[in-house]
């Protein structure tokens, strides 16, 4: 199972993953199945969902 990443927010940011979280809430308030994961290696928080058979 493969996702796909909608936005990434720099982990080092003031606000710390607020900004993905708000950005996933709004993506699920669309109806999108939007979820905040950390990327540890490029240490940045990802918006994904998960990925469909068209990508």
């Given at each position: 199972?493969?996702?796909?990443?909608?936005?990434?927010?720099?982990?080092?940011?003031p606000?710390?993953?607020?900004?993905?979280?708000?950005?996933?809430?709004?993506?699920?308030?669309?109806?999108?199945?939007?979820?905040?994961?950390?990327d540890?290696?490029?240490?940045?928080?990802?918006?994904?969902?998960?990925?469909?058979?068209?990508?």
């Open positions: 199972m493969g996702a796909k990443v909608l936005e990434r927010f720099p982990a080092g940011s606000r710390g993953s607020w900004p993905a979280e708000e950005f996933a809430a709004a993506r699920r308030a669309q109806g999108e199945p939007a979820t905040v994961v950390m540890l290696k490029s240490d940045a928080f990802l918006v994904v969902v998960p990925a469909s058979d068209d990508d």
